[in-house]
């Protein structure tokens, strides 16, 4: 039956209520907090831009931030000029108000559409901001965007500025919870970007005295093949080197915003980067020989930018500003004039450098022809890959379904089976695993063109060349949590940390988490994942419970496999941090079997046993309950 079409069909949402009822149209995606771009973080940036804002325009020489990582509590204080109190309910509740779209005020700001703060208001809990301007100070508490609070209170000799505090709503965010690690890394981002600025987090001071260099030193896993290149220029900053591996690692800014996806500028780089390089040596060298193994930084401050999204991770702007000059011609004006004169003055660094190059390219060429017979092994295995059952969108695609794509990596027929019976095939595709791959710790490139197997994980990913075209936001591995299944885990990122680590720099990589349990009685079922889980779960369903232990991924049915790879997943990230080195890792694990490695293991070797309370003896299914041993290392 259709409904009756009249003037009370038409509705008029409150500004907070649109916010709430579509999240993400301002801050991207939810999330739990356990992804670096979750909507918590973004909630968080976008008030911490706006006190950047006023440091960038000269006012305040610090930035207090402190979390609560229990309450999930964020405050933020600048010391800028405060916000004009007769607008601060403005600014915090009015959508499209804010000084941002006055050019001359807030030039080249972060945030410019009046929106970010409101969003902010809107999406949490809990929401206060207090203003102290000359002498005098305003504060207001909302609650998802409704005031509940409104005084004027003096300043108590406070300085000039603002502070917010908020607490993101678990109403819509679900169970969330800060990660430390994600949030020290985004203030390390901005401490690089504003140079002299003392971001003082959690009772420690975050500060940076030489910009995109120490990002590059601090990040960097390993030395640099030559000393860092780092010039500055009116409104450009730019530093890199080449390291040992494979790959192009890339920080990128714009306005003190990290482009996580790149966008104009990065392309613009990456372009003359290789021109300028091909100009100074006076040869034709293939673009992937000069590019291969660098490590960049790249920050530009753009008039009125326009990103491909709110939450502002890859750049559209084609003009430095409304006057031009375009942000090709300005970046590669720039690089040219600056790169060629810098490399004139350091031929020290100019040798370093091609001697990089000349490794590359004899490299490239000694797998040149088995390269071919690969590619052409890859392109009609494409047609029909029996290790790949796909899907039907891709992360390269513009469809809007595209960050949920996914490829799990499995071990055997088995495994495979299971999660292909039971996947979403428009958005999980499966590449099976004939058993262990092959160790490639000390090998050159030139193995993922010879194995078969790794030349068409290559071809499944499409990340041959870069990561632009990558066809999964997801690349998932899924083995069984026994002692074969960690082993192989440990080969596949080896395999990933020696020759795709961009994949592991960008988060693309995870593991997944399976239950080892199923408790149930007659009315319910419980999955665990860890032995105290189990117990739990144990002693809430009460006397006899049914227990299975799932030995592999097989053993679980295509029904019960669906709800782990469904809305309630368990990804585990391989991250690395700037702590960690590639090379010491690989040697570390995947190395001669060492006496470090083995005093590792000795030290970290435990004993698990379950506890098993003086109780009826309860019903026991597929494996005995007994005494499980396992090593841990």
């Known amino acids: 039956m259709v409904g009756n079409y009249s003037e009370d069909s038409i509705k008029t949402l409150v ?10 149209m301002y801050i991207g995606k939810l999330g739990d907090g356990t992804q670096p771009d979750d909507g918590i973080y973004i909630l968080l940036k976008e008030v911490f831009d706006n006190s950047i804002d006023e440091y960038m325009m000269g006012f305040g020489k610090a930035i207090d931030i402190n979390v609560d990582f229990e309450e999930g509590k964020v405050s933020i204080r600048d010391y800028g000029r405060g916000i004009p109190l007769g607008k601060l309910i403005d600014v915090a509740s009015k959508m499209n108000t804010g000084a941002k779209y006055d050019s001359k005020v807030f030039k080249k700001s972060v945030g410019l559409n009046g929106v970010g703060i409101k969003a902010v208001n809107a999406l949490a809990s809990s929401f206060t901001i ?19 609070t409104e005084e004027d209170l003096p300043a108590n000799g406070q300085t000039n500025g603002t502070r917010v505090e908020f607490v993101p709503d678990e109403t819509v ?4 919870k800060y990660q430390n690690d994600y949030i020290e890394t985004m203030l390390r981002n901005y401490s690089y970007l504003n140079t002299g600025l003392a971001i003082r987090y959690n009772g420690s001071t975050i500060q940076s005295k030489n910009g995109l260099l120490d990002l590059l030193q601090e990040n960097m896993s390993g030395e640099g093949l030559y000393p860092i290149v780092h010039i500055k220029g009116e409104d450009i900053e730019m530093a890199f080197t080449h390291g040992s591996g494979y790959g192009e690692d890339y920080y990128t800014f714009v306005n003190g915003q990290h482009t996580i996806q790149g966008g104009t500028h990065l392309s613009a780089f990456r372009e003359v980067f290789v021109k300028t390089i091909r100009e100074f040596y006076k040869k034709d060298f293939d673009a992937s020989d000069v590019r291969t193994s660098i490590i960049a930084a790249l920050s530009v401050k753009v008039e009125d930018p326009m990103f491909e999204s709110q939450t502002k991770t890859k750049l559209g702007s084609k003009d430095m500003g409304p006057n031009g000059p375009s942000i090709r011609q300005y970046i590669g004006d720039f ?4 790169l060629d004169n810098y490399l004139h003055k350091h031929p020290d660094i100019a040798q370093g450098l091609l001697t990089k190059i000349l ?30 059952r796909d899907c039907r969108v891709h992360y390269n695609s513009t469809d809007n379904r595209r960050e949920e794509t996914t490829m799990f990596i499995t071990e055997g027929d088995s495994a495979s089976g299971s999660i292909t019976k039971s996947r979403d095939v428009s958005t999980q595709a499966v590449f099976s695993l004939r058993g262990k791959p092959l160790n490639t710790f000390g090998l050159t490139k030139k193995i993922v063109y010879e194995n078969e197997e790794f030349n068409l994980l290559q071809a499944a990913l499409n990340i041959e060349e870069d990561l632009e075209d990558l066809r999964y936001n997801k690349v998932v591995i899924a083995t069984d949590a026994d002692v074969d299944g960690m082993h192989i885990r440990l080969l596949l990122i080896s395999f990933f940390l020696q020759f795709f680590p961009d994949l592991i720099r960008q988060e693309h990589l995870f593991i997944l988490q399976t239950p080892l349990f199923r408790v149930r009685n007659k009315k319910k079922t419980v999955y665990c994942y860890s032995p105290e889980e189990k117990e739990k779960a144990i002693k809430e369903l009460g006397p006899n419970p049914e227990i299975t232990r799932f030995k592999g991924l097989g053993e679980i049915s295509p029904d019960e496999f669906k709800h782990f790879i469904g809305k309630d997943i368990r990804l585990d990230p391989v991250r690395l941090t700037r702590d960690d080195s590639i090379q010491d890792l690989l ?30 003896p309860m019903k026991k299914v597929d494996e005995p309950h007994k005494l499980e041993q396992g ?3």
Do not use: C
């Not at 207090?130 to 207001?140: D, H, I």
């Not at 965010?173 to 969330?176: A, E, I, K, Q, S």
């Open 631 to 633: 090593a841990v290392a």
């Open 359 to 388: 490794e590359s390219e004899k490299e490239r060429k000694a797998i040149s022809g088995i390269k071919k017979i690969a590619r052409e092994r890859a392109k009609k295995a494409s047609l029909h890959n029996r290790k790949l």
């Open 15 to 24: 500004w907070y209520e649109h916010i709430r009822k579509r999240p993400g």
């Open 335 to 338: 690089v040219k004039e600056t």
């Open 587 to 616: 040697n570390f694990y995947m190395g001669k079997n060492t006496p470090e490695r083995q005093e590792f293991i000795i030290d970290n070797l435990r004993i698990e046993e379950d506890i098993v309370d003086e109780e009826p």
């Open 130 to 148: 207090q203003s102290y301007r000359e002498g005098q100070s305003k504060r207001v508490e909302f609650s998802g965007g409704v005031i509940v």
């Open 173 to 176: 965010f679900g169970t969330y």
